[in-house]
């Protein structure tokens, strides 16, 4: 009886478990982490700056050459 238990939990337990183990660390690495979360904050941050920048070569420009976007 015991070895029939052993059988058991070889062939249907154990692989189940192992599953169930890799599922749970693969949902956990699908998560954001927070220095990657910082690291995004960051970025967005950085490029509203260089964003208003580009807006304000833009208008610097339109200011002394209307017709520069032309010669693009």
């Known amino acids: 009886m015991g070895e029939l238990?052993?059988?058991?939990?070889?062939?249907?337990?154990?692989?189940l478990i192992v599953v169930f183990?890799?599922?749970?660390?693969?949902?956990q690495t699908r998560e954001i982490s927070r220095?990657?979360?910082a690291m995004l904050e960051?970025?967005?941050?950085?490029?509203?700056?260089?964003?208003?920048?580009?807006?304000t070569l833009e208008r610097i420009l339109d200011?002394?050459?209307p017709d520069w976007r032309k010669n693009q």
């Open 5 to 15: 238990a052993i059988i058991l939990f070889l062939t249907v337990l154990a692989p």
């Open 21 to 27: 183990h890799f599922i749970t660390k693969w949902k």
């Open 35 to 37: 220095d990657d979360e």
């Open 42 to 55: 960051e970025l967005w941050e950085l490029s509203q700056r260089l964003e208003e920048r580009i807006e």
């Open 63 to 65: 200011d002394h050459g």
